[in-house]
């Protein structure tokens, strides 16, 4: 069985990839949101503890090794907010992109015709 966490490194790599192979900011796009998505699955997978409970405090149980830890859940739960408030601003911008330059090629929005509109 593969473990979860060469799925993860596979993910940041396949993320890591697409942003730099690819000249398509599209393209860019999606490999930056798979690489955020690998982040938050790896930084989950080490916060994993088996056979531990919910840290809620029972009479008699005073092994901190018997609890999971909440932090890393949380925190990885403001970086979802985060990925997702990164992706409609990079959205945003590529449709003003593509409006303003008539294409999402790192070529063509680069060269010297990204002055203007297209046929300006």
Not at 18 to 42: D, E, P, S, W, Y
Not at 56 to 84: C, E, F, K, Q, S
Request: aromatic share 8%; net charge neutral; hydrophobic share 55%.
């Amino acid at each position: 069985m593969i473990s979860p966490y060469w799925v993860a490194i596979g993910l940041l790599m396949l993320g890591l990839y697409a942003m730099i192979a690819h000249r398509n900011f599209l393209k860019k796009f999606v490999g930056m949101t798979i690489f955020q998505t690998a982040i938050i699955l790896f930084f989950l997978l080490l916060s994993v503890k088996r056979d531990a409970t919910l840290p809620i405090l029972v009479p008699g149980v005073a092994d901190p090794r018997a609890y999971m830890n909440p932090l890393p859940h949380a925190l990885m739960l403001t970086a979802i907010v985060v990925m997702v408030a990164t992706a409609g601003v990079a959205l945003a911008i590529l449709i003003r992109l593509h409006a303003v330059a008539g294409s999402l090629e790192e070529d063509r929005v680069d060269g010297p015709e990204a002055d203007g509109p297209p046929g300006r």
